[in-house]
């Protein structure tokens, strides 16, 4: 059995063995990644890919490009392998990038700078920010730069993410993920197994799962306001009369957006936070009870500040 070393240098010399095992490992995590490459909404002819988890990813012509496209590069990126870390990690994490979603649409398009044309249709400013966005510069460096108060700011960059989620082009901007936050029921519990940031698996997808992804998407649905004092509650872990106490002081217009003028209005909104959180979620899992909704939203913000 090679070591990551070891397979890593196979690889990189393009050993007809190594090139077979890396494919027989990780022909899943290509074929998910080269559909998110690939992924449109347009309606193709495909063929259906079963993982060893046992559920189907479509497979075009373009998937199926896309997918040799992944393999190459993943031979080019064994090279550099330092062995800091798994090789698997390494890889995977890097065919996962945004980068490499970037490597791709220059490709395929042989464009650079490439804007969707959804985003280009909001105004230069917009555009601005997803660029910006796109080359990993934080809020604070973009807002500054484009001498924008922090509500407007927030604001339009909700709108951006809230026109890539619709296209499904959100790993335009943000790394996306592979693995998801497995969640089961345990006598009304909510018990979390989320997965080593370094094990970038696919996993099967059940009624007592819910992908990160889709609490993802259901949180940017709310609006900027709304999701920045979400965050600064549980993501911060301020108590409701801090949390008043500093908007109050440095974020008037938080508070007159969601119109919060006292700490037990501060209360409301987090009652009326999880209340709509948990008649999205129940879209997606029937299974997960008001109280475990609450418990998905601390870890969440937990593991997104």
């Known amino acids: ?54 559920y189907s990813i479509k497979v075009s012509d373009e998937v199926t490009d896309a997918y040799f496209w992944l393999f ?29 979603r970037k490597d791709w649409i220059k490709k395929v398009t042989k464009v650079t700078g490439y804007i969707p044309k959804n985003i280009k249709s909001m105004g230069e400013i917009y555009c601005t920010i997803f660029t910006l966005l796109q080359y990993k510069k934080d809020d604070e460096t973009i807002r500054i730069k484009l001498d924008l108060d922090e509500f407007s700011y927030f604001e339009m960059k909700n709108d951006i993410v809230q026109e890539l989620v619709k296209k499904n082009q959100l790993d335009l901007i943000e790394d996306y993920k592979i693995s998801s936050m497995t969640i089961s029921s345990d006598n009304g519990e909510v018990v979390y197994d989320h997965p080593d940031k370094d094990q970038m698996t696919v996993e099967d997808l059940n009624t ?42 440095d974020c008037t217009e938080l508070l007159k957006a969601e119109k919060i003028e006292s700490t037990d209005d501060v209360y409301t909104f987090v009652n009326k936070f999880i209340d709509d959180f948990y008649a999205l979620l129940k879209k997606v899992n029937d299974d997960i009870d008001k109280k475990g909704a609450r418990t998905i939203i601390e870890n969440y913000f937990l593991i997104k500040k």
């Open 1 to 54: 059995m090679l070591n990551d070393v070891q397979f890593a240098d196979s690889l990189c010399k393009q050993e007809n063995s190594a090139k077979k095992t890396f494919q027989d490992l990780y022909s899943d995590n290509l074929f998910y990644i080269a559909n998110r490459l690939c992924y449109l909404g347009v309606k193709e002819e495909y063929w259906t890919y079963r993982t060893k988890k046992g």
């Open 72 to 100: 190459e590069k993943a031979l080019r990126l064994s090279c550099k392998f330092k062995n800091k870390g798994s090789l698997e990690a390494f890889i995977l994490k890097s065919l996962a990038s945004s980068y490499t």
């Open 208 to 249: 007592l799962s819910v992908e990160m992804m889709k609490i993802h998407d259901i949180v940017e649905s709310f609006n900027s306001s709304t999701k920045m004092i979400a965050m600064a509650y549980w993501g911060k872990g301020l108590s409701a009369d801090k949390l008043f106490s500093t908007l109050k002081e």
